[in-house]
């Protein structure tokens, strides 16, 4: 139980109307859960308009209502409050009713378009085998300590995270390692957190649907590092040419990784092999099971990361050379029989995809096919569908082309989307499979010796959501099936 009053610290209030001395129970911000004496926050989304269900939340018992519009017709005994912006609101309530959370470890958030969910991992890890106690909040999972819990999104609400902080500085977690999305960041879910330290992986094209264009995704990754207080760390990538963006305005010590350019924290890929990766850092040898020259860069981050907070060189090279790769990236297996490799990657994006297929392309010995099955989401940015098609096409001898999670859209129109980045030349090397387990099948039956079969897109996902409906869907399982069968 709460003051309401103790809850708006920090808010931009511009009219009260009832009494902010009333003890409140919890907050919500979707009006179907709550409940008597509860606080409802009328949020304005992409889909609906919380101001819209006011009335269902005084009806259902709200003691006190936060929105950005008061209403008309107002109860006595609800208190209402007319502030600036309703997700800045939430942000700072929430952080105020769960007693300021973050301020009571070290919470250091990852952003960028790749690479945010491997550093947040490897970093869990890293810190949890250094003997800490520590958390995590990425896109597939959330770990308080030892315990796991599900993750619905990448940066989850205001209050789901500071929930979870809690229950963090409850069992004692010292460190928490987080994924920050530039959704996450432009509706202010991240607001009102204090962060001991922020991560640039690198930005390329992503989420053009929900940002205006290209300019606004990367000024919105920017005020991440803008909002970071003196006392916390900027590390950013020093090769991406978007990286020194980052650090122009922030308040924050600032430092930079890159494998080409000058910095503060820098390396060299000695090998590069389906094994893993010998890197040279700060002039010492280090060998990593993670595959491929953009997990070099994730390396170096969680290495700098690692030193920033305190860790010693030695400790940091030890325990990341004992480190596996994060589920869903750059996952393989290999056939018993005919040495097929099979490769389960997230890459979502166009500079993802074409990460992982150059570092395939760089380590295999050409002789065997490179055989890609790639698809693209549905209700989300259009415009990366012709360009996921023509780096898929380019850079591999064969592709399948096929549904990822469509969602409300017709798959087969996804498809052709794709397929107009083929360019001519390339044409002969694609088929379509819509459906997604007859496409990996199919690539399992057309491989031959040795030969390497990318499947990318969904990665840890473990399901498959057509017509808003979700089932089960893991394409690391089903190859691994389809494998075994061809082995026998």
Not at 332 to 343: C, F, G, H, N, Q
Request: proline share 2%.
């Amino acid at each position: 139980m709460k003051v309401l009053k103790d809850i708006l610290y920090r808010v931009n209030m511009k009219a009260v109307t009832g009494d902010t001395g009333v003890t409140i129970n919890k907050i919500h911000f979707d009006s179907r859960r709550v409940k008597l004496n509860d606080v409802f926050v009328a949020i304005r989304g992409t889909i609906s308009d919380g101001h819209d269900f006011i009335k269902n939340a005084e009806d259902q018992g709200a003691l006190a209502i936060i929105c950005e519009e008061l209403p008309e017709n107002k109860i006595n005994g609800v208190t209402y409050v007319e502030v600036e912006d309703t997700k800045k609101a939430l942000a700072y309530i929430s952080a105020n009713y769960f007693d300021n959370p973050s301020e009571k470890l070290k919470l250091v958030g990852v952003t960028g378009t790749n690479g945010k969910t491997t550093i947040a991992t490897l970093l869990y890890d890293l810190f949890t085998k250094a003997g800490f106690k520590c958390g995590l909040l990425s896109t597939v999972k959330v770990m308080v300590g030892n315990e796991e819990h599900t993750a619905i999104r990448t940066t989850p609400d205001s209050i789901t995270i500071n929930s979870y902080l809690k229950d963090m500085n409850d069992t004692g977690v010292e460190f928490c390692f987080m994924e920050v999305s530039s959704h996450g960041i432009d509706q202010h879910r991240t607001t009102a957190l204090k962060f001991a330290g922020g991560i640039f992986t690198n930005l390329s094209h992503d989420h053009l649907d929900y940002h205006r264009d290209f300019a606004e995704y990367r000024d919105v990754k920017k005020r991440f590092f803008d909002e970071l207080p003196s006392s916390a760390f900027a590390l950013t990538n020093a090769d991406d040419k978007n990286g020194p963006v980052m650090l122009q305005n922030t308040k924050a010590k600032k430092y930079t990784y890159a494998l080409k350019s000058y910095a503060d924290y820098k390396a060299q890929i000695l090998e590069n092999q389906f094994t893993g990766l010998l890197l040279k850092i700060d002039d010492q040898e280090l060998w990593t099971r993670l595959i491929g020259n953009f997990n070099a860069y994730n390396v170096l981050a969680i290495y700098a990361a690692a030193d920033l907070l305190g860790l010693k060189t030695i400790e940091i090279l030890r325990i990341i050379s004992e480190l596996n790769s994060v589920s869903g990236r750059f996952q393989y297996v290999v056939s018993e029989k005919d040495k097929i490799t099979a490769i389960v990657d997230y890459a979502h994006t166009p500079d993802a995809l074409k990460n992982v297929l150059e570092t395939i392309n760089s380590i295999r010995t050409k002789n065997e096919e490179l055989i890609t099955v790639v698809g693209c989401g549905g209700d989300r940015d259009k415009t990366k569908r012709p360009k996921m098609g023509h780096i898929a096409s380019a850079l591999s001898s064969k592709v399948i082309f096929t549904s990822d999670n469509p969602r409300t859209e017709d798959p087969d129109k996804i498809i052709e989307d794709v397929e107009a980045g083929v360019e001519p030349q390339n044409f002969k090397k694609t088929m379509s499979v819509t459906n997604r387990k007859q496409a990996i099948k199919t690539a399992c039956q057309i491989a031959g010796k040795n030969d390497i079969i990318l499947i990318a897109g969904k990665g840890h996902e473990t399901y498959q959501e057509v017509n808003g409906k979700r089932s089960d869907f893991d394409d690391f399982k089903i190859v691994n099936e389809f494998l075994k069968q061809l082995d026998k």
